[in-house]
């Protein structure tokens, strides 16, 4: 399965952003999927996960400020981040939760850089 990260860019603190994830084959639906994220010089870190019921689960630092989703019958999941911080920049990817290379390998990633 192809992974395929859009929506980042440049926003101001406070902002907002969408980030999409299209997988290209419909296997992705019979996963837990998760959007990571790797900051600057740092490892990459899960931020939220969405199971295959629709069930979310979210890091300490953005409960109450992102929210994950998922669209089954596009093979494609969300990422919406609202009340943007500067610790919040980072490349973002999505896969499988926890990361499986049967399943997809790591995408190019979006970049979200917040910052005034």
């Known amino acids: 399965v192809q992974l395929v990260e859009s929506g980042g860019g440049l926003v101001q603190p406070g902002g907002s952003l969408r980030l999409s994830c299209a997988a290209s084959?419909?296997?992705?639906?019979?996963?837990?999927m998760g959007w990571y994220r790797q900051p600057p010089g740092k490892q990459r870190e899960l931020v939220a996960s969405i199971n295959v019921h629709g069930r979310p689960d979210y890091t300490d630092s953005v409960k109450g400020r992102f929210s994950i989703s998922r669209d089954n019958a596009k093979n494609t999941m969300y990422l919406q981040m609202n009340s943007l911080k500067p610790e919040d920049t980072a490349i973002y990817y999505c896969?499988?939760?926890?990361?499986?290379?049967?399943?997809?390998?790591w995408g190019q990633g979006t970049q979200v850089t917040v910052s005034s």
């Open positions: 896969n499988a939760d926890p990361p499986d290379p049967d399943f997809a390998s």
């Open positions: 084959e419909s296997m992705f639906v019979i996963y837990t």
